[in-house]
C-alpha cells in the first residue's frame, strides 16, 4: 500500500478485471448507442435574414410573460447549448415558467461573408431580431440575454439602443478583457491579427476548437476520453457523452472582419473598460446601459474568469444591478443538473419582479 492508492498485485487484477468487464460492455453498448442530436424542444422560424434565423420555442403550454426574451449567443459554437437535450436545457426550464424565449442563430459563415463586420451582427442581425419582436408583439423594448460573446453583443447593443432593450441579462459574459487569470486573452492579445485574417480570410472553426481545447490540455484532449471507460456499460451515459462530443466539434468559421475587429477592440484595446469600442460610426459607451441588469457568471469558468463578468457592475449606469455567483464552470452553467433549476429559475424571479 503507497499512501492512498492501493497498488498490491491483487489490487491492480482487480482493476485489469473491471476494465476488461467495462471494454467488454462497451461492444454491446456502442452497437445499441443511436445517431444522436442536440436542440430538445420544438421550435418554428419566424425571422431571417441571410443566414441569419431567428427561432420561437414552443413550449407545452402557452407563455404567460408579455415579454418575449431574445437569447443571443456567442458565434464560435450552435447556440443548442441552451437547448441540448430534454434533461438539460435552459430554454425548456423557462418555458416551464411561462417565458415566451426566442433564439438567434447566426447559421455557418462562408467565404461570401468574409467582410460581415460587427455592424452588421450587431445592428443588422440582432437589431434586426429585436425590432421584428417589437412589431410582431407590439413593444417598444424586449428582454435580451447575452451568452458569452453574445453578452458582449447584447451589451453594445443596449448601449446603443436603451429604448429597445427592457431587462439586459448577461450569462458568463467577458467585460474586462485584461484580467490576470484570462488565459485566452493572455494568449491574443499581441497577436499580429490583421496578417491573420488578412492571411486566412475567414477563420476556420477547427482552428478555433483546437485553441480552446488547448486552455485545459489534459483536461480536454485526455482525460475526459480516460473517464469515457468508466460508462461504457451505460448506454444513456454514451449518448450524452456523444452529444456533447457532437455539439463541441460542430461549430462554425468565424467571418474575418467581424473577428478582427472583436480580437482588436475587446480582447487587445480592452474596450468595454478603456473605451473605443465602434460599431459602424457610433461608439459604445456601458454607461448608457441604465435598464435593470441580471450578471451572471461561474465560479470555476476557465474562458470567462469571475473578475472578467463581475466588472460590469462599476461600468453600466443602471441602479438596477444583480449579480448571481453560479457554482460550476463555462459550460457546467447550461448543463449541470443544479443549472436546471437555479439558472431559468433565476432569470424568471428576475424578470418577474421588473414586470409589474
Not at 60 to 76: C, D, F, G
Not at 121 to 135: P, T
Not at 288 to 312: C, G, W, Y
Request: aromatic residues 10%; negative net charge; contains cysteine.
Amino acid at each position: 500500500m503507497i499512501g492512498p492508492f492501493d497498488f498490491s498485485p491483487d489490487a491492480l487484477a482487480r482493476e485489469a478485471l473491471q476494465l476488461q468487464s467495462k471494454l467488454g460492455a462497451g461492444l454491446g453498448t456502442l452497437r445499441e448507442v443511436e445517431d444522436v442530436d442536440y436542440g430538445a424542444t420544438a421550435r418554428e422560424e419566424v425571422w431571417r435574414d441571410g443566414k441569419v434565423v431567428l427561432y420561437r420555442y414552443r413550449g407545452e403550454s402557452t407563455p404567460a410573460a408579455r415579454v418575449p426574451l431574445l437569447i443571443s449567443y456567442a458565434l464560435v459554437n450552435r447556440p443548442y447549448m441552451v437547448d441540448l437535450q430534454a434533461d438539460r436545457s435552459i430554454v425548456k426550464g423557462l418555458l416551464a415558467r411561462g417565458e415566451d424565449v426566442y433564439i438567434i442563430d447566426w447559421g455557418y459563415p462562408d467565404r461570401s461573408d468574409k467582410y460581415l463586420t460587427l455592424e452588421d451582427y450587431i445592428e443588422r442581425f440582432l437589431g434586426g431580431a429585436v425590432d421584428h419582436l417589437r412589431r410582431e408583439h407590439a413593444l417598444d423594448a424586449v428582454n435580451l440575454l447575452g451568452i458569452c460573446q453574445g453578452g458582449a453583443f447584447a451589451l453594445c447593443y443596449a448601449a446603443l439602443h436603451p429604448d429597445k432593450v427592457r431587462n439586459l441579462i448577461t450569462m458568463v459574459t467577458p467585460v474586462d478583457f485584461h484580467t490576470d487569470d484570462n488565459m485566452l486573452s493572455n494568449w491574443v492579445r499581441d497577436i499580429d491579427v490583421d496578417l491573420f485574417v488578412d492571411t486566412l480570410g475567414n477563420v476556420p472553426a477547427d482552428l478555433m476548437n483546437a485553441c480552446y481545447l488547448d486552455l485545459k490540455p489534459f483536461r480536454l484532449n485526455l482525460q475526459k476520453y480516460v473517464g469515457l471507460v468508466d460508462i461504457l456499460d451505460n448506454k444513456q451515459a454514451v449518448e450524452d457523452f456523444l452529444r456533447m462530443e457532437k455539439w463541441i466539434f460542430d461549430s462554425p468559421d468565424q467571418a474575418g472582419e467581424a473577428f478582427r475587429q472583436f480580437i482588436k477592440q475587446f480582447y487587445q484595446a480592452n474596450g468595454f473598460v478603456n473605451g473605443g469600442i465602434r460599431i459602424g460610426d457610433r461608439e459604445v459607451h456601458l454607461g448608457m446601459v441604465e435598464m435593470p441588469v441580471l450578471n451572471i457568471f461561474a465560479e470555476q469558468d476557465h474562458l470567462v474568469p469571475p473578475a472578467s463578468s463581475k466588472a460590469l457592475k462599476a461600468l453600466v449606469g443602471s441602479e438596477d444591478y444583480t449579480e448571481l455567483s453560479f457554482r460550476g464552470g463555462h459550460i457546467g452553467i447550461y448543463v449541470s443538473g443544479r443549472a436546471q433549476t437555479q439558472v431559468p429559475q433565476t432569470i424568471h424571479d428576475w424578470l418577474a419582479q421588473r414586470s409589474r
